[in-house]
């Protein structure tokens, strides 16, 4: 809506605009509403680049309670001439009359200057958003990313860490899946402990702002105890010395726990705590020679029961497979066999 308060340009300042468009005479155009009609306030003339003369020019031209507008000129051209910045200026301590009527009619003065002039417009209410030190502030907010949702920012991540898949002669593919964080020399120390059999329990964490795998606790357990040490709300990796006797033998087995408490996770924790997983289970295994009995991988530390912990380290195998048997027919007294063949040639069916 180009006249939504029914003010229009008066003569002086649509002849300013079309004379400063034509040429680079002007640096700055200072207009005011006056008498129902946007009228022209002041010029200045360039005297100097565009950045070393805006603040001596721009700032005096601002009132601590009056709003106005100000186009100023800078040293860029486009397709239509020089380029133009457009400032609205609408201090906090003006009448609310004023600051609605500069408002509504902002876009008037717009349509009488040429939008197509205009490369950048600013609205402040305080000088520091007006002069240069604001207005580069304003370019460069203008120039960043648009902010991410917590979502797409997940998403972002995911995709930044996905394996590529392109193939040909000179690339190179990334063999082991995941993501191989380096662990943290206190991690590595406990479980050199741990495969010693000096400790009987390892809890690692992954840092994603350092991009390392930490250690956590090393604090004894028991296997009653275990349950107690999975966190409700965070993923962990687990290494367990399971103590227990089998078919007779006294036996100490490594069990690797991955525990992830379901949805209550970012999907970014999820994607790295899978990634990480097997790269860490590499390097534990093939470079700290400890031999891992059983991986597992829980939503809830209640699952680790004496019973269950047990049936997966020694799953019961079934050495003899039941035939399939053919199902007997109905019990009772079953009545004469019938026999039925197609009628001979000559003979008359009943």
Not at 256 to 273: A, E, N, V
Request: aromatic share 8%; net charge negative.
């Amino acid at each position: 809506m180009s006249h939504q308060t029914g003010i229009q340009a008066g003569n002086d300042v649509k002849d300013i605009f079309a004379s400063a468009k034509a040429g680079d005479q002007y640096r700055v155009l200072k207009i005011v509403i006056e008498d129902e009609q946007l009228s022209l306030g002041t010029t200045r003339k360039a005297s100097k680049q565009w950045d070393k003369e805006y603040d001596s020019l721009v700032l005096p031209l601002l009132e601590d309670d009056v709003p106005c507008y100000i186009l100023y000129r800078l040293d860029s051209t486009n397709n239509q001439g020089y380029e133009w910045v457009f400032l609205a200026w609408s201090p906090d301590h003006s009448a609310v009359r004023h600051k609605m009527l500069y408002a509504a009619t902002r876009a008037t003065l717009k349509k009488e200057f040429g939008g197509g002039h205009i490369k950048d417009e600013i609205f402040a209410t305080t000088k520091d958003d007006l002069n240069l030190s604001g207005y580069k502030k304003y370019l460069t907010s203008q120039a960043a990313p648009l902010p991410l949702t917590a979502a797409e920012e997940e998403l972002r991540q995911i995709k930044l860490n996905e394996v590529q898949t392109d193939i040909s002669v000179d690339t190179k593919q990334q063999t082991l899946q995941g993501v191989a964080f380096p662990v943290h020399k206190d991690a590595v120390a406990a479980l050199e402990r741990f495969r010693d059999k000096k400790i009987n329990y390892v809890q690692l964490e992954v840092d994603a702002q350092q991009e390392l795998i930490r250690l956590c606790s090393t604090e004894p357990t028991d296997l009653k105890d275990l349950p107690m040490r999975i966190p409700k709300e965070f993923a962990r990796y687990h290494f367990f010395l399971y103590k227990h006797s089998h078919e007779g033998d006294y036996l100490e087995s490594t069990v690797f726990i991955y525990s992830m408490p379901g949805y209550k996770c970012s999907i970014r924790d999820r994607m790295l705590y899978s990634s990480c997983k097997n790269p860490l289970v590499d390097m534990v295994e093939n470079k700290l020679q400890i031999e891992i009995e059983k991986k597992l991988e829980i939503d809830n530390g209640d699952e680790l029961t004496s019973d269950f912990m047990y049936e997966e380290v020694h799953p019961k195998q079934h050495a003899h497979k039941q035939a399939f048997a053919k199902p007997k027919g109905p019990a009772g007294k079953r009545g004469g066999r019938r026999i039925t063949r197609p009628p001979v040639e000559g003979e008359e069916e009943d």
